[in-house]
Nanobody
Framework: QVQLVESGGGLAQAGGSLRLSCAAS????????MGWYRQGPGKQREFVAD???????NYADSVEGRFTISRDNAKNTVYLQMNSLKPEDTAVYYC???????????????WGQGTLVTVSS
């Protein structure tokens, strides 16, 4: 079983910064990709950023240039540095991972429980 545990959410002022962390644990053979999604009030869940095992990064247009995704492979942890925050960044942020697990070997998509980010104007 694989678990994702997020931390780092909270309250920030517009223009401020927060850093989210997401640690993967459990029976993991390898991680193909880790990333972040978010769901704002009254909105559908949307893609924010991801980072593949080949170190390729992708960002939503709305966060490009403000958010940076990075990863500590030794810790199976992904980070999301959020700068120049805007009120419209207010959302529950969910960690997502595509992992390969052994016995039997297969690919799973796993979600974290979510962490709330609130940006005040």
């Amino acid at each position: 079983q694989v678990q994702l545990v997020e931390s780092g959410g909270g309250l920030a002022q517009a223009g401020g910064s927060l850093r989210l962390s997401c640690a993967a644990s459990g029976s993991i053979f390898s991680i193909r990709a880790m990333g972040w999604y978010r769901q704002g009030p009254g909105k559908q869940r949307e893609f924010v950023a991801d980072l593949t095992s080949s170190s390729s990064t992708n960002y939503a247009d709305s966060v490009e240039g403000r958010f940076t995704i990075s990863r500590d492979n030794a810790k199976n942890t992904v980070y999301l540095q959020m700068n120049s925050l805007k009120p419209e960044d207010t959302a529950v942020y969910y960690c997502n991972a595509v992992v390969v697990v052994p016995t039997p070997i297969r690919v799973l998509e796993v979600w974290g429980q979510g962490t709330l980010v609130t940006v005040s104007s």
